[in-house]
């Protein structure tokens, strides 16, 4: 298994998760571990880290590496040092039910660096590049049961040309979606690069040579979307998250893609709100307190620096809140 992930923005990530010794911190999506092991250095001695993927290959990496981290952690037993380790395979929407699993009760830090590690691009065979000759598969977690090869060969037209317009924002959704619906009732689409050869014969010559990026990138992106529901659940995460910090708790996340940041921004604002009757009501009958201080006015983004040695943190924002006391009225 060949992990090679570059964490990002691991600075801008740690000081605003402020992590201390003796925190509890989960981490959602492990990946290459880059993010968890920077996290457990920081809040040894005393600190729990929890760590979730989806992908069972990320967590068997991450078990080796954290363990590895743990070795050189002075004054611990072995047992002390696995209990401040804490994996699961799982979905990161099931977080509060693996805390209760473990009996923590709240967390001081949440963190949640979405979208695919770079061993999953590059070295799962999942057919997540279309660059690579591999099964359309695309599934982050392998027990799934939809892969893209699902959706590709027995999706209705329609239902492709919305899912690559609305998760991949191309502009030719509803041309790529023909011509797949055409090429398969020839034969089944199999493979990663049979699909962005039909993606890249749909895409009009004047358009693909103005993109910057591949004709069938978008596609792919899209695709990835709808296997995994990334969409779907983040916003239920978010409220779920928040729920299980601590007052003073932070979260932060990390997207790369507009739309993600999106759903992201408007739920902390939701959740940062004070009063929402009605503007002509003359006194507040909500009493609604806001549950969160935003602590990134602006979205962060990578230094050029980082991006200069890690082209793949480009499109990564950063946003990340704080939980507030609530008061009881
Ligand atoms: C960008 S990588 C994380 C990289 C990691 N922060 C590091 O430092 O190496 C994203 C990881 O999140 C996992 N993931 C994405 N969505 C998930 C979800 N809903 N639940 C659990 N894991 C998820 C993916 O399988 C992938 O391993």
């Not at 620096?305 to 499109?315: G, K």
């Amino acid at each position: 298994m060949v992990f090679r992930h570059t964490p990002v923005m691991v600075n801008e990530v740690l000081s605003h998760l402020n992590c201390k010794p003796g925190d509890q911190v989960a981490d959602c999506t492990l990946g290459g571990a880059g993010h968890a092991r920077a996290i457990l250095k920081r809040i040894q001695p005393g600190g729990v880290l929890v760590g979730i993927d989806q992908d069972s290959d990320a967590i068997r990496h991450a078990s080796a590496v954290l363990a590895m981290e743990m070795e050189t952690a002075p004054g611990m037993d072995m047992a002390t040092k696995q209990s401040r380790i804490r994996l699961f395979h799982d979905n990161f929407q099931n977080l509060p039910h693996i805390l209760s699993q473990i009996g923590i009760a709240s967390l001081d830090g949440v963190l949640a660096d979405l979208g695919l590690s770079q061993y999953q691009i590059e070295a799962s065979g999942r057919g997540f590049s279309f660059r690579q000759n591999e099964p359309l598969d695309m599934r982050m977690n392998a027990d799934a049961e939809t892969t893209a090869g699902d959706i590709v060969n027995a999706s209705p037209e329609k239902r492709l040309a919305w899912i690559f317009k609305e998760y991949g924002e191309e502009r030719w959704a509803g041309r790529i979606a023909a011509r797949i619906v055409a090429a398969r009732a020839d034969k089944s689409i199999r493979t990663a690069k049979e699909l962005a050869d039909i993606v890249e014969a749909a895409v009009p010559r004047r358009d693909a040579a103005k993109r910057k990026i591949h004709p069938a990138t978008k596609v792919f992106m899209a695709l990835r979307i709808a296997v995994n529901r990334e969409l779907e659940i983040l916003d239920d995460f978010i409220i779920d998250a928040v729920n299980c910090l601590k007052p003073g708790g932070r979260i932060c996340i990390v997207s790369f893609h507009s739309l993600e940041d999106r759903i992201v921004k408007t739920r902390f604002r939701e959740m940062e709100k004070a009063c929402v009757c009605p503007p002509d009501f003359p006194v507040c009958v909500c009493r609604r307190q806001p549950e969160i201080r935003i602590l990134t006015r602006k979205v962060v983004r990578p230094a050029e620096d980082e991006i200069h040695v890690n082209p793949m943190a480009r499109s990564a924002r950063l946003r990340a809140a704080e939980k507030l006391l609530t008061v009881s009225t």
